[in-house]
């Protein structure tokens, strides 16, 4: 999955370079068009307009989903948590769905942010 704003060959470049790393074989590449962003400003308006949308909403994650569901796909890798989902419960909804409804893996090549002890 590619992110946003970022050039296409750049992203699927870095994809593929931690695919052969870690011994994946890449069987699909998609890129998904809808990636959240969270606010845009449209002019004239003093306020931000949230065009989110979740995860299981988007093309990109519709189409992951029914690869791993027909086993043509054994999980994604993405560069960042965020090419998931900005909101926690969302994220780890995917990650906790992807792995225990198909057994599916998440592969993040920029990993998560370790949390602060509190």
């Known amino acids: 999955m590619l ?4 050039s296409p060959d750049e992203d699927w470049h870095t994809l593929q370079a931690e695919a052969d790393q870690h011994g994946y074989a890449i069987g699909a590449r998609l ?3 809808a990636v959240p962003v969270s606010t845009t400003y449209f002019p004239g308006l003093r306020t931000g307009r949230s065009i989110y949308s979740p995860p299981w909403q988007r093309p990109g994650w519709r ?3 029914r ?6 796909a054994d999980g994604v890798i993405v560069l960042d948590r965020h090419n998931i989902s900005s909101s926690d ?3 780890h909804a995917v990650i906790k769905h992807l792995g225990e409804r198909y057994q599916a893996f998440v592969h993040l090549v920029i990993p998560e942010e370790p949390t602060a002890p509190t």
């Open 67 to 72: 690869l791993v569901q027909g086993e043509f």
């Open 3 to 6: 992110s946003p704003g970022a």
């Open 89 to 91: 419960d969302e994220y």
């Open 63 to 65: 189409e992951v989903e």
């Open 31 to 33: 890129h998904d068009v």
